[in-house]
């Protein structure tokens, strides 16, 4: 079970973090919007957790990283935050894709077998 356990949390951030990405690509968000969408997901509730803070924390961590960028505007009397993507978080994207080919095929010879 810790190793399931373990497992999910990994594999959780690391489609977290891709998701926010893909979100953000096209269209700017904000976190509250982010968060609306996020909990409709199946992957996300089959970890049996409310993901808020990892939310926050990751993007958090993307914006650290150079991944996205945030931009400020007054609406409705508050003050939100919209993220958007950068280069850096663009590249990374595509060299999930990638991977995620590859991946496939050697999930695929495991399982198969």
């Known amino acids: 079970m810790e190793r399931e356990n373990f497992l999910g949390r990994e594999m959780s951030r690391v489609v977290l973090r891709l998701r926010i990405l893909y ?8 976190t509250y919007a982010l968060l609306k969408e996020f909990d409709k997901i199946p992957f996300f509730k089959l970890l049996g957790k409310d993901i808020k803070n ?13 991944y996205i960028k945030v931009s400020t505007k ?3 009397g ?11 978080g663009d590249n990374v ?3 999930a894709l990638r991977v ?11 399982f198969d077998k």
Do not use: C, F, P, W
Request: glycine letters at 8%; a positive charge; aromatic letters at 8%.
């Open 23 to 30: 979100r953000i690509k096209n269209e700017r968000m904000y």
């Open 100 to 110: 995620r080919k590859e991946a496939g095929k050697e999930l695929s010879k495991l």
């Open 54 to 66: 990892d939310v926050y924390n990751t993007i958090n961590s993307l914006k650290q990283g150079g």
């Open 78 to 88: 508050r003050m939100k935050k919209y993220y958007t993507i950068t280069k850096k």
């Open 93 to 95: 994207l595509k060299s």
């Open 74 to 76: 007054l609406e409705g």
